[in-house]
């Protein structure tokens, strides 16, 4: 097992700045908020205030509460999860063409400005939706939601302003496209999408570095002390549970910072065009190169 200062180093240098933010979300919730929530979220369930239960549940179910009253909440959470009906809506005008810009409420309550696509988490039971679009007569459907009902389409079709005549659709022109020269900034984004996609895979490694090391500590913590009352080594017990937890914390950020700049890495890489030296033009090229033997980047420039 790597001894505590070396696993200390290591987790310093994979907390970037740029994931800061993450860290700071870890702050504690006091133990007495953690049992008040969690007897509030299911007060809220019986009474079918989904939407409230699930704001409780994520309070309770924080790393920082006892671990009784956390996987208590993670587990009516889940259950939670598969019985808060979804709803996706359709909204077309009179034409049949796709409608975003909608603002829509339920029971009179704001819940969208813009049809995403996507589907929202409602309470089960009867609820009013209206959707409005300016200059346009306000649509209004009653739908009676149950629980457990997943991806509920419903298609809402617009009514036409008083008086309106729609115009024939404008002919359209397709303007060809004319590919331009490379930028000498092209190369220079597809370099800092490898770096960072790079040191995203790094930071994944990481992050599975330290899982492993949080499984063996969990696995010791086991060994040491089977249950409350047969404990051969109470305090190792611990000391593996703090390993634990926070080996653990620290392959959860490098998972979460290592995803977030491998996938900003292949953004850059793919979204930057692709360079070439044309007669004439001077400038540097960098590419990819793959071979049986492995893989590199090749380097070419003309002045």
Not at 150 to 169: F, H, N, Q, T, Y
């Amino acid at each position: 097992m790597i001894p505590r200062p070396a696993r200390t180093a290591v987790s310093l240098c994979a907390v970037l700045a740029g994931i800061a933010s993450v860290a700071s979300a870890a702050a504690s919730v006091p133990t007495d908020q953690c049992i008040d929530s969690n007897n509030r979220a299911q007060s809220f369930r019986r009474q079918g205030h989904f939407t409230e239960a699930r704001a409780e549940l994520l309070t309770c179910a924080h790393p920082s509460c006892p671990r009784l009253v956390k996987s208590d909440c993670a587990r009516r959470l889940d259950e939670l999860d598969r019985a808060q009906p979804t709803v996706v809506f359709d909204v077309k005008d009179a034409d049949g063409s796709d409608v975003a810009s909608v603002r829509v409420t339920i029971d009179g309550r704001p819940l969208a400005d813009r049809i995403s696509g996507t589907a929202w988490q409602v309470d089960p039971g009867e609820h009013v939706f209206g959707f409005e679009v300016s200059g346009r007569p306000t649509v209004t459907k009653s739908f009676v939601l149950k629980e457990g009902e997943k991806g509920r389409r419903e298609r809402i079709v617009l009514v036409p302003s008083p008086g309106s005549v729609s115009a024939p659709p404008l002919a359209t022109t397709r303007v060809p496209q004319v590919e331009s020269p490379a930028t000498p900034g092209a190369a220079t984004g597809r370099v800092l999408g490898l770096v960072l996609g790079a040191t995203g895979i790094a930071g994944i490694g990481l992050g599975a570095a330290f899982g492993a090391l949080a499984i063996s500590a969990n696995a010791a913590q086991k060994r040491d002390c089977q249950s409350a009352v047969s404990c051969a080594s109470h305090l190792q017990a611990l000391a593996d549970h703090s390993d634990f937890e926070s080996d653990g914390t620290v392959s959860t950020i490098a998972f979460i910072a290592g995803g977030a700049l491998a996938t900003t890495g292949a953004v850059f890489f793919f979204a930057s065009p692709k360079t070439r030296l044309q007669d004439g033009v001077s400038g540097w090229r960098v590419s990819p190169r793959f071979s049986s033997g492995g893989a590199g980047l090749t380097l070419a420039g003309r002045f």
